[in-house]
């Protein structure tokens, strides 16, 4: 398992890069897969932005073209597990009526990037099938895994300690769109009381680049495999 903090675009490429060069060097089968899996929250608009530059740049990065030549094997990536609360928000998400509030246009601006964010990262980690490829080119597809309970307020997912649970938080988007915690009730923990109950929620599936979805329910409790 190789563990980076997510500090700039052009940091999260190199990791990526290198990362990649590793398994590449090590391992002996001809076609190498990569898991990666990443951990944000959605309201961290930093962090998305820079998780969507490095997608961006990464396909035109000249050391990430050139590792499936230079090791003569085959790179896949996949699957590519978008650890955060929500993240697919814009499978569930029923907009409410024009004019937007506050609150509504946070919520929209959220289903919006999730659905960016899974364009992204499906497109940025596409690699060609074979070095060189084919004639027309064939590429191996990552498969971009989400999470949504259906709920844009409340919905989340916790991570313990490999293994993710959809929880139902205790807090909401406020009226001027932002989100934040219900108060904690009097004699209660504040940290067991913020880390929500369990829910059921649902596991989305995407091969963006050949344009196929599915998914799957998740029962109230169930743990869900992430990193193996």
């Known amino acids: 398992m190789y563990a980076v903090y997510i500090g700039s675009a ?3 490429v190199r990791a990526i890069v290198r990362f990649a060069d590793t398994e590449l060097r090590n391992q002996l089968e001809d076609r190498v897969t990569l898991r990666v899996v990443f951990m944000f929250h959605q309201t961290h608009l930093k962090t998305v932005k820079v998780i969507l530059r490095a997608m961006r740049q990464l396909p035109n990065e000249p050391r990430w073209r ?10 896949q990536v996949t ?15 029923q907009p409410g009526p024009d004019p937007p509030t506050r609150r509504e246009q946070a919520l929209r601006r959220y289903a919006l990037q999730a659905r960016a964010m899974r364009v992204a990262i499906g497109a940025g980690l596409l690699t060609p ?10 590429y191996y597809d990552p498969e971009v895994i989400t999470f949504s309970t259906g709920d844009s307020d409340t919905g989340g997912i916790v991570l313990d300690p490999f293994q993710a649970r959809f929880k139902r938080l205790p807090g909401r988007f406020r009226e001027d769109g932002s989100w934040s915690y219900d108060p904690t009730p009097p004699g209660q923990d504040q940290d067991a009381f913020r ?7 649902t596991a989305y ?12 329910d998740v029962p109230e409790g169930a743990a869900m495999p992430i990193i193996p």
Not at 66 to 75: C, I, N, R, S
Not at 79 to 93: A, I, N, R, W
Not at 129 to 138: C, S
């Open 10 to 12: 052009a940091r999260m």
């Open 66 to 75: 050139a590792l499936p030549f230079v090791h003569v094997k085959h790179l």
């Open 79 to 93: 699957p590519v597990v978008l650890l955060s609360c929500e993240s697919g928000m814009d499978k569930t998400f």
């Open 129 to 138: 099938m074979a070095p060189p490829p084919g004639q027309p080119p064939r």
């Open 195 to 201: 880390a929500g109950e369990d829910t059921a929620g």
């Open 205 to 216: 599936s995407d091969f963006v680049h050949q344009g196929s979805s599915d998914s799957n």
